[in-house]
């Protein structure tokens, strides 16, 4: 045998970017653990980052193309399939027209190098408007924000949690998510730092999380009323006349409207539906208010939900109110190497609304459609209607409302191709599926996640173990088909081009460019640089035409009568009583890491929270199984009985449902556990956005 050598690289799985030191004996694993010397992660890992060489060792990974066929799945050539695929796709597009093709995008692409590099010209050259993604399923609010306020999709404001003394946290759960659209690896060192120089930590959330367990303050809230809560709390501001917009005052407009508005939404007047005493809600703004540097974090809870694009928006509203915008421990913009937003000029009008879905005319944004309306633009008949449809690395029938929905509707599909690595509850319905190399066996460098780190740092991580002869990356399978698709010769000089060669020319345009930045820089420091702390920005960042913040669009505004009718409804639907949450969990990241058996093993996460005093009234015991259903579906699941969540509410986890019939998955397909989103309404959407209303969903509860 030859030496034991040592790999450093970051984690993909998450986006916490963990650095990780790889210990191997040619193509064997002895050992991962979390980097020392990442100047980033500081030496932390989550136990996550064990699924790399689950998923290069799972005997059950695809590694060449397979065909459904009538006797069963076959193996075919890369040539075969590309042949078949493009002959199909041009066939449907010259009958139906070239929005019969739609894609879908799943969650792993943005972990991905290449294919954050690659998809743009793939999608261009299929010629379709019908594109989706897991997106539309967490965080378009998040974007839709930035972009009316800020002036770009992508200027997301992040928390400077190692530099706060207030952190407000509405309806996220950073300790177990690693952050989620805040990249920090170790919150939970993070926030204990935040005590120990004397902060406050204060969690709103309708359930006791382990980010609620260790911070100073938990308030129960009724699920999809943060929006209140958070007008409620800027009304507190102007009222006590304290508005303090510091440096950026000249470079803000609408606070006399926002003013206006906010005067409708006093504590008292709010208390009685978000479940938080009127009292306490003073308290919260005035220690907001008070705190040398605060920032308030809102997220899954406040996102997915009918209410997010109203929560996002008036996020970064107290945040910027209370003077803790673009400065150190508000929320701040990174500057990272690789700038998405390097090329857009100010003024830039955005793609929101640009169309409407065809059934239910939902807003087009950030080159997309919402997934929640994939469905019935598959089954509804028509000029326009989706007949065909590629997904890459996504599994929507598990992450993605209405489910089983989605899994008649690719049932109808004329044709569909997956790119995945598996067959699995979605890749099951395809008539061919690509597998593209995982992991340790491509280069990775986070190109989305530096856009919302807490801290500026830049590392590349080179491929640690060469794919195999018949093996393609995802990049290149995306490559031929788009080259295919548009009639290119596969021996073209731009055909060559790699992830890599992209990087470097980003990397040396970039905003360290001047000072060095290039790949061969990061290959010479394997575990990182460290670019510095969050520093003000604003005025370079902005991409407004006007280069002014915008507190008061129009869009949001015209959102508040919705908002304003929860406050004139019947506080419970007498059919379905309960409010079903989600949570996450630690050994869990959406549907992809339900193959590593080391995640997966002990005891069945997949259970339903429910309050004691709701289960007495229900005659609920410990561990019985409970029917849970909703207006468009019904589980089974085991109960447990716990004054973690609140009364009225149920919570469940999300990704689960591997245990479906007829699929070949190593571990998955052994453990227990349902999909939540069989029982999640396609319907129930934030009306503003778009985005998928996972929480709050109205259920009933029995026992089964």
């Known amino acids: 045998m030859s030496e034991i050598k040592t790999h450093y690289r970051n984690c993909n799985i998450c986006e ?14 002895i050992s991962i653990k979390g980097d020392q010397q990442d100047p980033f992660s500081q ?13 290069y060792t799972d005997k059950d990974r695809l590694k060449t193309p397979i065909k459904r066929t009538a006797t069963g799945w076959e193996d075919i050539s890369w040539d075969e399939a590309f042949s078949e695929i493009i002959d199909k796709f041009k066939g449907i597009q010259q009958q139906y027209g070239k929005n019969a093709l739609a894609i879908y995008l799943g969650n792993p692409n943005a972990h991905s190098l290449g294919n954050a590099l690659f998809l743009r010209p793939f999608m261009k050259s299929l010629g379709t408007i ?14 839709v924000a930035a972009n009316f306020m800020f002036g770009a999709g992508m200027l997301i404001p992040i928390p400077d949690i190692d530099r706060t003394d207030f952190m407000l946290i509405i309806g996220g759960n950073p300790v177990v998510s690693n952050g989620s659209m805040m990249t920090a690896p170790n919150v939970i060192g993070r926030m204990k730092a935040i005590q120990k120089r004397g902060g406050k930590i204060v969690v709103v959330d309708p359930r006791r999380t382990r980010t609620a367990k260790i911070a100073d303050q938990h308030l129960f809230i009724r699920p999809e009323k943060d929006a209140l809560l958070l007008f409620a709390m800027i009304h507190c501001v102007f009222a006590r006349g304290k508005v303090n917009l510091r440096h950026i005052e000249t470079m803000v407009t609408g606070l006399d409207e926002l003013e206006k508005l906010a005067k409708t939404y006093p504590p008292e007047k709010v208390a009685e539906f978000v479940g938080i005493k009127a009292s306490t809600i003073h308290t919260l703004a005035d220690d907001m208010m008070a705190a040398d540097a605060a920032i308030c974090y809102s997220r899954m809870g406040a996102s ?17 109110i209370t003077g803790n915008f673009d400065r150190a421990g508000g929320a701040m913009f990174p500057q990272p190497a690789f700038d998405l937003l390097r090329n857009q000029k100010k003024g830039y009008k955005s793609s929101f609304g640009q169309y409407h879905s065809r059934v239910r005319k939902l807003p087009f944004f950030n080159g997309e459609f919402p997934v929640a309306t994939l469905a019935e633009e598959i089954q509804t008949a028509g000029e326009g209607q989706i007949k065909s449809l590629i997904t890459v690395a996504g599994n929507p029938v598990l992450s993605a409302p209405s489910g089983h929905k989605l899994a008649e509707a690719f049932d109808s599909l004329d044709y569909m191709v997956a790119i995945d690595i598996y067959l699995n509850e979605t890749t099951q319905y395809a008539n061919i599926i690509l597998p593209g190399t995982t992991g340790i066996e491509n280069s990775h460098f986070d190109i989305f996640f530096n856009n919302f780190s807490v801290r500026n740092t830049v590392k590349y991580s080179a491929p640690l173990f060469e794919k195999e002869p018949q093996q393609r990356a995802d990049w290149q399978i995306l490559q031929e088909i788009a080259a295919r698709m548009t009639n290119t010769p596969l021996d073209d000089p731009m055909l060559k081009i790699t992830p890599e060669m992209l990087l470097d020319s980003e990397l040396k345009k970039g905003a360290y460019g001047k000072q060095g930045m290039s790949l061969q820089k990061l290959i010479d420091n394997p575990h990182g640089i460290d670019l510095g702390p969050l520093m003000p920005c604003i005025e370079a960042r902005i991409k407004t035409a006007n280069g002014k ?13 919705r908002l304003n009718s929860v406050m004139t409804q019947p506080a419970r639907d007498q059919q379905y009583p309960f409010d079903l949450i989600g949570r996450r969990l630690v050994k869990s990241h959406n549907t992809w890491t339900q193959n590593s058996a080391r995640l997966v093993k002990g005891k069945n996460p997949c259970t339903l929270e429910i309050h004691p005093e709701d289960a007495k009234l229900l005659g609920i015991t410990k561990g019985q199984r409970l029917k849970v259903s909703s207006l468009v579906g019904e589980i089974e699941i085991e109960a447990v009985i716990t004054d973690d969540i609140q009364q009225g509410v ?25 999909s939540i989103n069989d029982i999640t309404d396609a319907d129930r959407v934030d009306l503003l956005t778009g985005n998928a209303a996972f929480n709050g969903t109205p259920v009933a509860i029995e026992i089964a």
């Open 43 to 55: 030496g932390y890992n989550c136990p996550k980052a064990t699924a790399l060489e689950d998923f």
């Open 549 to 561: 913040v915008d507190l008061a669009p129009q869009l949001y505004i015209d959102d508040l009568p």
């Open 650 to 674: 149920v919570s469940m986890p999300q990704g689960w449902g591997h245990n479906q019939k007829g699929i070949k998955m190593s571990v998955a397909a052994t453990q227990p556990g349902v």
């Open 16 to 29: 916490a970017m963990c650095g990780l030191e790889i210990k191997y004996q040619d193509k064997e694993i």
């Open 304 to 320: 997915t939900q009918t209410f997010g694009g109203l929560c996002q928006w008036l996020t970064n509203v107290l945040n910027i």
């Open 130 to 143: 019908n594109r989706f993604s897991s997106a539309s399923t967490d965080q378009i609010p998040h974007h």
